[in-house]
């Protein structure tokens, strides 16, 4: 059975640093576009930043450029996202998410502003940025 367990939240205070973990269960990733996408209270959820299965295409929200990271590990089936310089709007439950393109279906692309690009999604993780 296809899974993705998001691991590595929890409470840092502003300017702080946490790295996501993003596994897969029961696939490889090698042929799987990721994204990586957040959920405020009494928000939409949004995205945030992805990769695509090439690794070669990476795309970030602006709010979170030039802090977060996304990176992945095709042979630990794992998809990171460093995050640094965390603020407070950060707060939020992160999601994992990936989608099925091998080289003949698109392998340069990825997506952060459509939701429903995306075909298998993970639990979550919780996020908080506080003092």
């Known amino acids: 059975q296809l899974q993705l367990v998001e691991s590595g939240g929890g409470l840092v205070q ?7 973990s993003c ?3 029961g696939f490889t990733l090698d042929y799987y576009a990721i ?15 992805c990769i695509s299965s090439s690794g070669g295409i990476t795309n970030y929200a602006d709010s ?9 590990d095709n042979a630990k ?3 990171y996202l460093q995050m640094n310089s965390l603020e407070a709007e950060d707060t ?10 091998p080289p003949t279906t698109g392998q ?18 919780q996020v908080t940025v506080s003092s």
């Open 77 to 79: 089936r794992t998809v």
């Open 35 to 49: 994204g990586w996408f957040r959920q405020a209270p009494g928000k939409e959820r949004e995205g945030v930043s």
């Open 108 to 125: 340069h692309i990825c997506a952060i502003r459509r939701k429903e690009f995306y075909d298998y999604w993970g639990q979550g993780t």
């Open 64 to 72: 979170v450029k030039g802090r977060f990271t996304i990176s992945r």
């Open 23 to 25: 596994a897969a269960s």
């Open 14 to 20: 502003p300017g702080g640093s946490l790295r996501l």
């Open 92 to 101: 939020a439950i992160y999601y994992c998410a990936a989608v099925p393109r």
